[in-house]
């Protein structure tokens, strides 16, 4: 089957990280179906995405839960293969309600799972997440080391991860890629689409940008004792535009293998707070007020990626750095400083 025929379900396709992955799908001659019940994301996002590719794109306003509309779409389409991102994200939600995440997260995966069986469709690239191997004991970060969850949030990618696991174990014909990002970070070149939480963010990269746009007065620094350079927490930020690509490459690497294999998907560069905060002055000329609170719950001193399985099974690498990231970051959020609204 040539690519160009290849029609690809991506749910939550009009959310962060599936907004960027349609553009590098079509881009590379793939086919899309949007499944997206716009609980996190706005149709304007899929709108930018069309405007980027001059292209229209089909979607369906439904829940990945919901095993008639799932059905349906299978029916009238013939996927070649899921790329799965619709889930809940916010880790302190997750505390507060369970629930409702495990069941969105966990019963999401399930039914799709269930019809792409019914439908012989059985490859999928699901996003997980480094937050499955909980309080790492060193960096970087290995596939193989242990997985464990420390908030519901993580435990339900966790258990889809083991899902996946069990049903290749039962039946060869799957071919699963289970992709675990790092810290997804900064937005498409166009400045058209980018991150645009609904509530004041709690991830790092869109709180600074907000304060660089005005929108949020000051960052609060959580920790500066950690054993680190300067003592603030290190991470993997990763562009998002490199992350898309790595969704194509592990599609791509599904043609010949059957199996279930987990991959990290960062850059393998570790940066701490403070140099996030500069490398955004940097490219914004904005000043980014700050002050140093304690230490957050449940974080972690240092997390980075090895990304040796990658590079070689995937054939991928991300290309973008830091000072490009904060570039692309600026310019979405300083062209929409209220972000799709
Ligand atoms: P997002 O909230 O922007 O995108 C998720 C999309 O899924 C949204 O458009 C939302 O409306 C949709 N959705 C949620 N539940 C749904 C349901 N039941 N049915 C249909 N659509 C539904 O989040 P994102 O940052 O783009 O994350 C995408 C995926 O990557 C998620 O699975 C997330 O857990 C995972 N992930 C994200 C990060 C990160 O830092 N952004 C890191 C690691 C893993
Ligand atoms: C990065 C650094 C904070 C906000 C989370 C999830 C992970 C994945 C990505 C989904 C840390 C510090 C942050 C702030 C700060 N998501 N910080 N002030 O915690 O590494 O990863 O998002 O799968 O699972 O855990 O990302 O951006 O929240 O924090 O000082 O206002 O910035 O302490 O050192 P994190 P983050």
């Not at 799709?112 to 059985?122: A, E, G, P, S, T």
């Not at 699901?126 to 993580?154: C, K, M, Q, R, W």
């Not at 709690?202 to 680190?228: A, E, H």
């Amino acid at each position: 089957m040539q690519e160009n025929s290849k029609k690809i379900l991506v749910t939550g396709g009009a959310g962060y990280i599936g907004s960027h992955t349609v553009v590098s799908l079509i881009e590379n001659g793939f086919e899309v179906f949007i499944l997206d019940d716009f609980s996190n994301s706005h149709v304007e996002s899929i709108r930018r995405v069309e405007q980027i590719c001059g292209t229209s794109i089909d979607f369906l306003e439904a829940d990945v839960g919901d095993e008639a509309a799932v059905r349906g779409i299978f029916e009238a389409n013939d996927f070649y293969a899921v790329i799965h991102f619709a889930a809940f994200k916010a880790i302190g939600e997750s505390v507060q309600q369970p629930l409702r995440y495990y069941q969105n997260n966990v019963s999401g995966a399930l039914n799709l799972l269930k019809v792409m069986d019914n439908f012989d469709c059985r490859r999928l690239v699901f996003s997980s997440s480094a937050t499955v191997y909980g309080d790492p004991s060193s960096v970087p970060i290995t596939e193989s080391f242990p997985l464990s969850a420390t908030n519901p949030y993580g435990q339900s990618k966790l258990m889809v991860e083991n899902i996946m696991r069990d049903l290749y174990r039962a039946d060869q014909s799957w071919q699963l890629s289970i992709l675990r990002y790092f810290n997804p970070v900064a937005a498409h070149q166009s400045g058209l689409i980018g991150e645009d939480p609904s509530d004041i963010p709690n991830n790092l990269m869109p709180y600074i940008s907000q304060v660089g746009v005005g929108r949020l007065d000051c960052l609060s620094v959580y920790g500066d004792d950690y054993n680190t350079p300067d003592g603030t927490g290190v991470r993997d930020y990763i562009h998002v535009s490199d992350l898309a690509n790595a969704h194509v490459k592990a599609l791509q690497a599904l043609n010949s293998e059957h199996g279930c294999e987990s991959y990290n998907i960062g850059t393998g560069q570790g940066y701490s707070v403070l140099e996030m905060v500069k490398a955004f002055e940097r490219a914004s000329g904005q000043t980014i007020n700050y002050k140093v609170m304690p230490r957050r719950g449940g974080d972690v001193a240092s997390c980075y990626a090895d990304t040796r399985k990658s590079t070689e099974h995937l054939d991928w690498k991300a290309e973008y750095d830091l000072d490009r990231m904060m570039q692309d970051l600026w310019r979405w959020q300083s062209k929409n400083p209220n972000g799709y609204a």
